[in-house]
């Protein structure tokens, strides 16, 4: 799942790279830079980009806590003493993250 997020995230990355390029040309009048720019606004539009956007950060977030959940089940049939230790770095960093993410949405 995270390699398909890089993938995404490189892909949107390029997209934008692109459109930068394409729009903001070195010679060109800006009549034809505001119908370029409104032909691509339209197509962000139909493809629905901001939310691919919005959804990246949402789809890590994801595999991160799918790793962690794997690794926890895992290391308890593996190695209890190493179990403990990972599951309460693994507590430690879900309760910062969870306060994190809280007051940001707060604050917003």
């Not at 398909?4 to 990355?13: F, I, K």
């Not at 308890?76 to 770095?89: G, I, K, P």
Request: charged share 15%.
């Amino acid at each position: 799942m995270s390699v398909s997020c890089a993938l995404w995230a490189t892909s949107l990355h390029q997209w934008a790279r692109r459109y930068i390029r394409l729009t903001q040309p070195a010679r060109c009048s800006p009549e034809r830079r505001a119908r370029m720019r409104a032909f691509f606004a339209n197509g962000v539009e139909k493809m629905h980009i901001p939310w691919a956007v919005e959804g990246l950060p949402t789809l890590l977030h994801l595999s991160l806590f799918l790793f962690f959940g794997g690794l926890v089940i895992f290391l308890f049939n593996v190695d209890q003493e190493v179990f403990l230790c990972v599951v309460s770095w693994i507590g430690l960093f879900s309760v910062v993250y969870f306060i994190d993410h809280t007051t940001a949405i707060i604050s917003a």
